[in-house]
């Protein structure tokens, strides 16, 4: 289930960065015999993770004069992925390294791998949705580094302004909304399927709905007990991807257009509302200034506006190797400790605008945030009103979901025939991950 946008997207959002190093572990010695020790710190290549490192570098380095740390960066791919489990299975990964949350965490053997992190203070004031994405056999291994992202939908204020609309709590309102925007001659729904990747978010974006329903899906899911096509609750995110079609809602050039188009229309009032992860706000904002006050956000609604909520993707998070030891082990561990609190989340504010709200209590989003970023943060405040994504509660995903997602869009596919494509999609991994009951 995991959106793999293209490279440039990749760098754009910074989603599920999968890193290489580029060069060799920097030395071993744990400390001089003045007492200062230095480390290594493994990151993503980048611009913005390379930012953030250095940011992060600077001021614990102010605060922490004694403890030096040197960054290695690794390139983006899925040879980053190969490389991080290599370098961790020959004891060569550096005394720190950032890495992916959820189903990629739990394929780098944590328990082996990894120094466990569960007794340290600061646990408690992790996000609970961040917790479960790095935690194994309850054990909690790692830091957040970044904001959540949601998946959701981007929203022209001005012209929910002019029609007297409101963000809607439920699909019904949404579908709503989107015959008056028709009516004022405005695209009320921007899709696109140029970046095929961007085709996903009515059923990915979804799942806060899917589990409020059916609060044991994932696990039914992971097991081949439930699927798309037979769970009317899941099922109901192609069914939307074909109703916004089927209603002539999207732009017409929805089969062609990419997202930078998408996000003009939406920036320049060309289109009223743009499903896509918040992650590309940043980018927009840097475009077109105006879109900060002019662009808001609301999660993707469901049948039920009591259970309205928004599905989170987590930020990567900060990893000490088990091959870390002695007095680097304590100055590693001093290092996350400074990243998951209110300092580490000023730190990286300072290193660019947030993408999301922080899974860290106490780190407040800044007040000159884009207006989007500031919307997600009552869903993450509110009690049960958002949800992990599903690539982060099971492993089971296919590689073809954005063509049929595009196909449903398109009114190539019918819904059902989507989703049962999909459930037989995902069967080759799960076989190949050596699942129970497939």
Not at 50 to 63: H, M, P
Not at 180 to 208: C, M, N, R
Request: aromatic share 8%; hydrophobic share 40%.
């Amino acid at each position: 289930m995991t959106i793999r946008p293209p490279s440039t997207a990749l760098a754009l959002i910074g989603l599920l960065a999968l890193t290489a190093c580029s060069a060799g572990s920097l030395g071993s010695s744990d400390s001089g015999g003045d007492g200062k020790v230095s480390i290594s710190y493994l990151i993503g290549n980048q611009d913005q993770d390379v930012k953030t490192a250095e940011q992060l570098v600077k001021d614990f380095s102010a605060k922490n004069p004694d403890i030096t740390i040197k960054t290695e960066t690794r390139p983006a791919g899925t040879e980053g992925d190969n490389i991080v489990k290599t370098r961790l299975s020959t004891g060569d990964m550096p005394d720190v390294f950032n890495y992916n949350t959820g189903s990629l965490f739990q394929a780098i053997a944590p328990q082996k791998n990894l120094v466990p992190l569960s007794d340290q203070g600061y646990i408690g004031d992790l996000d609970e949705n961040f917790k479960k994405t790095v935690t194994a056999d309850g054990q909690v291994y790692g830091v957040p580094v970044g904001g959540f992202m949601g998946g959701a939908v981007l929203y022209n204020i001005p012209i929910y302004t002019r029609l007297g609309l409101k963000p809607p709590a439920t699909w019904a309102e949404f579908m709503a909304n989107s015959a008056k925007i028709k009516a004022a001659g405005i695209p009320p729904v921007i899709q696109t399927y140029g970046e095929t990747w961007t085709s996903q978010l009515f059923v990915l974006g979804d799942f806060h709905n899917v589990a409020a329903v059916e609060p044991d899906f994932a696990d039914k899911y992971t097991k081949n007990q439930a699927k798309y096509a037979t769970s009317p609750a899941a099922l109901k995110g192609f069914e939307h991807t074909e109703a916004v079609h089927d209603a002539g809602y999207e732009n017409k050039d929805f089969a062609s257009a990419k997202l930078p188009d998408g996000l003009r229309m939406l920036a320049q009032g060309k289109g009223a509302q743009y499903p896509i992860l918040s992650g590309v706000v940043a980018n927009m904002v840097a475009t077109y200034p105006d879109a900060a006050k002019n662009v808001g956000l609301f999660a993707l609604p469901g049948d039920d506006a009591s259970k309205n909520g928004l599905t989170v993707w987590t930020p990567g998070a900060n990893y000490i190797p088990k091959t870390t030891t002695g007095a680097k082990l304590d100055a590693a561990k001093k290092f996350l400790a400074f990243i998951a609190s209110p300092d580490g989340c000023k730190s990286q504010t300072a290193a660019g605008a947030p993408t999301g709200p922080y899974a860290v209590k106490g780190c407040d989003l800044p007040a000159d945030v884009p207006q989007a970023i500031k919307d997600m943060q009552p869903y993450l405040d509110k009690q049960g009103a958002s949800s992990l994504a599903l690539e982060f509660v099971s492993p089971v995903k296919g590689p073809s979901l954005e063509q049929i997602t595009v196909e449903v869009g398109s009114g190539i596919r019918k819904a059902k025939d989507g989703a049962a494509r999909y459930d037989e999609d995902v069967k080759k991994q799960a076989q190949q991950l050596g699942l129970a009951g497939w």
